[in-house]
């Protein structure tokens, strides 16, 4: 490392870093850290129309960040860091589930992982460097509580696509890690369990409270920057095992 670097190794000054799902609580607090901490050109994809987006874009506009609303990945330029975060989940049991409910699952974060992560690989491989998070879950370790078992399953896969991308990529300079996050106070989250069922979950945890989508985005900034410039392949699990 240089000795700017040494100095500050948890920073990504001047890299383009394009975020999905960034309309949602972990992937705007993703935005928010890297523009502010690590000094990035962030990117901003979601579902067109999603306000929450375009008001996270104006807000780091307003606060002198360089902020690049696109949905494309061809229109970004070069991209030197990926975060796949771009996920839905239900909470439907598993004996009640449609197949096209299934489909849906698994397209969104598998498909959508792939297909993101194709888009920029061949020009982070030209330009030898270039780093790959992606946001699985502790589901995938320990199973969906509300019986989504196709998010379950597709958080599993992330990681194993995953260290599939650090075997292969890392001879080319190209990192790849995963993020399990555990009970994180988000929307999607209360969307799918009531007060007395967070409770009980909460009494599964070792810290026994919400994770703010903030630890989330720290732990994604360390994984970006060069302070982690030798972690490829890994699963970091944020917040403590759900206890059995």
């Not at 799902?21 to 901003?44: H, M, N, Q």
């Not at 979601?46 to 990945?73: K, S, T, Y």
Request: one cysteine or more.
């Amino acid at each position: 490392m240089s000795p700017d670097t040494l100095a500050n190794p948890y920073t990504i000054v001047d890299q383009v870093a394009l975020i999905t799902g960034a309309g949602g609580a972990i992937g705007g607090a993703v935005a928010r850290v890297f523009a502010r901490s690590g000094g990035a050109k962030v990117a901003l994809a979601d579902l067109a129309g999603n306000p929450r987006h375009h008001e996270l874009a104006e807000q780091l506009r307003a606060e002198g960040f360089e902020a690049l609303v696109e949905r494309v990945v061809t229109e970004l330029g070069p991209v030197d860091v990926l975060v796949n975060n771009a996920g839905i989940a239900d909470n439907t049991p598993f004996w009640e589930t449609a197949f096209e409910d299934w489909r849906r699952g698994l397209t969104v974060h598998l498909d959508g992982t792939y297909l993101l992560t194709r888009h920029v690989i061949e020009s982070m491989r030209e330009r030898g460097s270039g780093n790959i998070v992606t946001m699985s879950s502790i589901a995938a370790q320990q199973g969906a509580l509300t019986g989504d078992a196709a998010y379950s399953a597709a958080k599993a896969g992330q990681q194993g696509f995953t260290k599939t991308l650090a075997q292969t990529l890392g001879p080319s300079g190209i990192r790849a890690n995963c993020i399990a996050p555990g009970v994180v106070d988000t929307p999607l989250l209360h969307s799918v369990h009531d007060e007395e069922s967070l409770g009980r979950i909460l009494q599964r945890v070792p810290m026994r409270s919400l994770i703010d989508p903030e630890n989330i985005a720290t732990t994604a900034l360390y994984l970006a920057s060069p302070g982690s410039a030798h972690v490829t392949g890994q699963t970091i699990d944020v917040g403590g095992m759900v206890m059995r």
